[in-house]
């Protein structure tokens, strides 16, 4: 009896303070989602409403995230397939040389580089006449800022600043509003410029960019 009795009056307490704090539930849509509501009409109608619109609104949220995983999903199957692609395209290739020029092309046409440049620490045989092919000794002053980037194999993504951006597209960076920026490990830099300045931003997944960077390298000492 003592329980019970304790039972009600605790009840009687929570009952007079949800009366003075009306807007309660508002704070905490768990606990509303999970009282039980007596059938019958009246007052707890409202309440019913109530955990009917949260049980929706939870739908709708789960229901917009779904929609996300998928579309991140069907953006990823097709990163894969174009990186599996490239790295076919770059074994095929004959020769240093035109390995290199594989991997420009493949930029440019399959991820829609507006800009693509490579910057080599040694020369190439064979790239004379390659407007997007530049030399850049690794011990280069030039080089100072993309040291990190070099050193821990992590390509960039987002704005260049305008002397790095003038490196790596020359007369092309004014047009470059984002980049990509994949160290080469003995190789040098690749860079791939948009107009797009939303394209490539800070914190954006690099999983295929490092892949891409680690065929070419892989590639490139198949052919010495």
């Known amino acids: ?50 955990q009917l619109e949260v049980l929706r609104e939870k739908n709708r949220e789960l229901t917009r995230r779904l929609h996300e995983l998928f579309g991140n999903a069907q953006v990823n199957e097709r990163l894969a397939v174009r990186t599996h692609q490239l ?29 693509v440049r490579i910057l080599l620490f040694h020369p190439v045989d064979g790239l004379a006449d390659a407007d997007w092919a530049q030399v850049v000794p690794q011990a280069d002053a030039r080089l100072e800022g993309f040291r990190e980037s070099i050193g821990s194999g992590e390509p960039f993504c987002g704005r260049l600043l305008p002397e790095r951006a003038s490196l790596l597209f020359g007369s092309a960076a004014e047009q470059v509003a984002s980049s990509a920026v994949l160290p080469v490990a003995g190789v040098g830099l690749v860079a791939v410029g948009s107009t797009d300045a939303h394209r490539f931003f800070p914190g954006m997944g690099t999983l295929f960019l490092r892949m891409m960077a680690e065929a070419l390298a892989t590639a490139l000492a198949r052919k010495d």
């Open 87 to 115: 790295s076919l395209a770059l074994m095929r290739a004959q020769g240093s040389a035109e390995t290199l020029r594989t991997m420009v092309a493949v930029l440019r046409e399959d991820f829609a580089g507006d800009a």
């Open 1 to 50: 009896m003592t329980d019970e009795r304790t039972t009600r009056d605790q009840a009687t307490e929570v009952a007079q303070w949800l009366r003075r704090h009306p807007r309660f539930l508002e704070q905490y849509p768990d606990i509303a989602a999970n009282l039980v509501v007596p059938r019958d009409a009246g007052a707890s109608t409202s309440l019913a409403s109530y």
